[in-house]
């Protein structure tokens, strides 16, 4: 291993779920980073010394008094590219986000200079209690990077949000981070209102025009935002999805419902994105009671009529002075030349543009897209996952707050 190979502290705090820490510790030595395990001591009832220094190749750092004259409290945080806290308790991240340095660990983490990553793992009441999330915003708002738990099953038999995300995307997240040189709070003290899913205009109190979004897309646009520091909205049209940690929901479903909690929402926003399918148009009359068929009588047609569009409404009023506004296009056919078009007519600043049909995007994790700019530039993002193409959003965001 070279000199030079980056230094990643792995702290591991007192959760089941640090035998996963293991397989984290393998990527991060396998791709050649220098890796100090700073295990606390209830994250050794779970897994072991023996495991961690094999792994590792090096001691484990478990006490704050064993090796006093190399000073290892203030050097191990010191001399770190990188700090991961994987699994993060929530005892963990309330110790972190006061200041508390009673273990060898928190001393790291209040020494520690370089960019942190916490990858928490607790039970769904443990993580959504508010103690828990003001001690998450806190550490976000300070600049620490608190992944969103996964949601699945938990310990024993229970399922829900809280399992630790899995190690293949932690070790993304800080590769991630180590060749961005921690930039990833380049969002914060941002305030960015997100819409993701799609509108439902009903036809009587049974039946609605929908569409097929399924809200993945701008879940992950305000997850990732969260994650990078800023402070989120999400407006949520339908989603099925569980809420994202740290982020404010506002639940609609109508595109007029929409229009109004995005006008409430944009007047303090520095950023906004229309991720959401919105229905250009809704049914002219609502019937109150279900529609009944009548044998022999043909069905009344729908009769239609235009939603007022919101993007181009925001583009032209804009809230406050830079605003920056994004749109989405879902595309089947000219996709390119279409978006040109659309980003002209809607006066945004950014167009994210996606192929829909024959199964791409829609209800999918994956997403390729172009990224318009009405400065004329055009950004091709290859297919990967929702998060990656959210990211590659923000960055565009990001180069134009300024
Ligand atoms: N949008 C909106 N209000 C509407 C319709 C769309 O704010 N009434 C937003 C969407 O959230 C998205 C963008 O506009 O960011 C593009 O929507 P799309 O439906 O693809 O574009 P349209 O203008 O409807 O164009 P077309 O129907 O020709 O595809």
Redesign the pocket.
């Known amino acids: 291993m070279s000199a030079s190979a980056p230094r990643v502290v792995l702290g591991v705090s007192g959760g089941i779920a640090a035998y996963k820490a293991c397989e984290l510790l393998r990527r991060l030595t396998e791709s050649g980073h220098r890796v100090t395990v700073v295990p606390t001591a209830a994250a050794m009832h779970f897994v072991g010394e023996a495991t961690w220094a094999a792994l590792s190749g090096r001691p484990a750092a478990t006490e704050t008094w064993e090796t006093v004259h190399e000073v290892p409290h203030v050097r191990i945080g010191q001399n770190a590219d990188l700090v991961v806290v994987a699994p993060a308790t929530a005892d963990l991240m309330a110790k972190a986000a006061h200041g508390l340095a009673d273990d060898l660990l928190t001393n790291t983490l209040l020494t520690a200079r370089c960019p942190v990553v916490f990858a928490p793992a607790m039970h769904t009441e443990m993580w959504e209690h508010p103690a828990t999330q003001e001690n998450v915003a806190t550490l976000r708002r300070r600049g620490a990077i608190v992944l969103e738990p996964a949601v699945g099953r938990l310990t024993g038999v229970d399922t829900g949000k809280g399992r630790l995300p899995d190690p293949s995307e932690i070790f993304e997240v800080c590769r991630r981070v180590l060749a961005r040189g921690g930039l990833d709070t380049d969002l914060a003290g941002r305030h960015v209102v997100v819409?993701a899913g799609g509108?439902r205009e009903p036809l009587d109190p049974v039946r609605f025009l929908g569409n097929l979004s399924s809200g993945k897309q701008g879940y992950a646009l305000a997850a990732t935002a969260a994650a990078r520091g800023a402070r989120v909205t999400l407006l949520s049209a339908n989603a099925e999805l569980p809420d994202p940690a740290g982020v404010d929901v506002v639940r609609v479903s109508t595109?007029l419902q929409?229009?109004e909690a995005?006008l409430k929402a944009v007047v303090d926003a520095d950023v906004v994105?229309?991720?959401?399918?919105?229905?250009?148009f809704r049914p002219a009359e609502y019937a109150t009671g279900k529609i009944k068929k009548v044998e022999g009588v043909d069905p009344a047609p729908v009769a239609l009529v235009?939603?007022?569009?919101?993007?181009?409404?925001?583009s032209a009023h804009r809230a406050r002075p830079g605003q920056l506004v994004?749109?989405?296009?879902?595309?089947t056919d000219d996709v390119l030349a279409?978006g040109r078009a659309?980003l002209a007519?809607?006066g945004?600043d950014l167009?994210?543009v996606n192929e829909v049909g024959g199964g791409k995007a829609f209800g999918q994790d994956t997403n390729a897209a172009v990224v318009l700019g009405a400065d004329g530039t055009e950004v091709t993002i290859p297919d990967g996952p929702k998060e990656s193409l959210a990211d590659a959003v923000w960055d565009e965001v990001a180069a134009r707050l300024g």
């Open positions: 819409s509108t595109a929409l229009r995005a994105v229309m991720a959401a399918a919105v229905a250009d235009r939603n007022p569009d919101i993007l181009a409404e925001i994004v749109g989405f296009a879902a595309e279409n659309k007519r809607k945004c167009l994210v």
